[in-house]
C-alpha cells in the first residue's frame, strides 16, 4: 500500500536528481552555518557535490521525454535494443559510428548507425529512452550541451550529432 498517488510519485521520479541535489545542498549548508572544524569542511564538500549533481540532473532532465512513445529501449551492457511495433534493432555502443537526430519523423528518432547494418531508428520519447543519455554522454567527444539543443529544436530537418571519424575535412569551408 502506498500513501503517495501514482501521479505524485511519477512527478517526484522525474525531477530524482533535482531533489537530490537539492537535499544534498540544504544538508551542506546546514554543517556550514552550524559547525566548525571538520564538519564545516565537509559542509563545504557536500555543497560542490550538490551543484555537480544539479549540474548533472539538469542535463538529464532536458533529456528525460514523456516516455509515452511507440516501442522499449533496453540498454544492457553495450547494448542498446530497440523494440518497435513496426521496426527494431541493436546496435553495440562501441560500434556506433554515427548518431543523427531526424526531426522529420513524427515523434523524432534517433539515428543509430553502426557499419554493415541498417540505422536503427528510436523514437525520442519511447519507453526506456532516457537510458540512452548516459551511453551518447560517454561517445568521445560528443558535446552534450548541443545535443540538448538539437533535441528541443524544431523544424523538418536531420541532424548529425556525433561521428566517430568526421565524413568532411576539419578545415574544409562551406562558403
Same mark, same amino acid.
Given at each position: 500500500?502506498?500513501?503517495?498517488?501514482?501521479?505524485?510519485?511519477? /512527478?517526484?521520479?522525474?525531477?530524482?536528481?533535482?531533489?537530490? /541535489?537539492?537535499?544534498?545542498?540544504?544538508?551542506?549548508?546546514?554543517?556550514?552555518?552550524?559547525?566548525?572544524?571538520?564538519?564545516?569542511?565537509?559542509?563545504?564538500?557536500?555543497?560542490?557535490?550538490?551543484?555537480?549533481?544539479?549540474?548533472?540532473?539538469?542535463? &538529464?532532465?532536458?533529456?528525460?521525454?514523456?516516455?509515452?512513445?511507440?516501442?522499449?529501449?533496453?540498454?544492457?551492457?553495450?547494448?542498446? /535494443?530497440?523494440?518497435?511495433?513496426?521496426?527494431?534493432?541493436?546496435?553495440?555502443?562501441?560500434?556506433?559510428?554515427?548518431?543523427?537526430?531526424?526531426?522529420?519523423?513524427?515523434?523524432?528518432?534517433?539515428?543509430?548507425?553502426?557499419?554493415?547494418?541498417?540505422?536503427?531508428?528510436?523514437?525520442?520519447?519511447?519507453?526506456? /529512452?532516457?537510458?540512452?543519455?548516459?551511453?551518447?554522454?560517454?561517445?568521445?567527444?560528443?558535446?552534450?550541451? &548541443?545535443?540538448?539543443?538539437?533535441?528541443?529544436?524544431?523544424?523538418?530537418?536531420?541532424?548529425?550529432?556525433?561521428?566517430?571519424?568526421?565524413?568532411?575535412?576539419?578545415?574544409?569551408?562551406?562558403?
Amino acid at each position: 500500500m502506498s500513501f503517495i498517488r501514482p501521479e505524485a510519485r511519477a /512527478a517526484l521520479w522525474h525531477w530524482r536528481e533535482l531533489i537530490a /541535489a537539492a537535499a544534498l545542498a540544504l544538508f551542506g549548508l546546514r554543517l556550514i552555518l552550524w559547525s566548525f572544524g571538520f564538519w564545516q569542511v565537509s559542509g563545504w564538500a557536500l555543497l560542490l557535490v550538490s551543484v555537480i549533481v544539479a549540474i548533472i540532473g539538469g542535463q &538529464r532532465l532536458r533529456f528525460r521525454l514523456s516516455g509515452r512513445g511507440p516501442g522499449v529501449v533496453k540498454v544492457d551492457e553495450g547494448q542498446i /535494443a530497440y523494440f518497435g511495433p513496426l521496426t527494431g534493432g541493436a546496435v553495440a555502443a562501441s560500434e556506433l559510428e554515427r548518431l543523427r537526430l531526424d526531426h522529420t519523423a513524427k515523434p523524432a528518432h534517433w539515428l543509430l548507425e553502426q557499419p554493415g547494418q541498417p540505422p536503427v531508428a528510436i523514437p525520442v520519447n519511447a519507453t526506456g /529512452a532516457e537510458g540512452l543519455f548516459d551511453v551518447f554522454a560517454s561517445l568521445p567527444g560528443l558535446k552534450t550541451e &548541443r545535443m540538448l539543443e538539437e533535441l528541443h529544436r524544431r523544424g523538418p530537418h536531420q541532424v548529425v550529432i556525433w561521428e566517430r571519424a568526421p565524413s568532411r575535412d576539419a578545415h574544409h569551408r562551406l562558403h
